[in-house]
Nanobody, 123 residues
Framework: QVRLAESGGGLVQPGGSLRLSCAAS????????MGWYRQAPGEQRELVAV???????NYVDSVKGRFTISRDDAKKMVYLQMNSLKPDDTAVYSC?????????????????WGQGTQVTVSS
């Protein structure tokens, strides 16, 4: 069983900062790409940022220069530093990881999601 747990969401004023964390736990033998997604009310979920096991990153255009994704493989964690937050950043943020685990007695790679954490940017 693999679990992803996010933390760090909350209410922040425009221009403020938040740091989201996501901890992976369970029967994990490796983690490939990790990422952050968000979904605003009435909108489709969108990719915010991803980071590969080699450290390569990619961001949606709307957050470039403001958000930074990072990971700590020893701790099995991924982070999202969010600066200069805007009201349009308000959403539920979820982490995702492509994980090597054991299913039915065999090693396999599976996609896992966290429950999400609310980020609200408002004055």
């Amino acid at each position: 069983q693999v679990r992803l747990a996010e933390s760090g969401g909350g209410l922040v004023q425009p221009g403020g900062s938040l740091r989201l964390s996501c901890a992976a736990s369970g029967l994990i033998f490796g983690i490939d790409t990790m990422g952050w997604y968000r979904q605003a009310p009435g909108e489709q979920r969108e990719l915010v940022a991803v980071i590969t096991s080699a450290g390569s990153t990619n961001y949606v255009d709307s957050v470039k220069g403001r958000f930074t994704i990072s990971r700590d493989d020893a701790k099995k964690m991924v982070y999202l530093q969010m600066n200069s937050l805007k009201p349009d950043d308000t959403a539920v943020y979820s982490c995702n990881a492509f994980v090597r685990t054991v299913v039915g007695g065999s090693h396999s790679w599976r996609d896992y999601w966290g429950q999400g954490t609310q980020v609200t940017v408002s004055s």
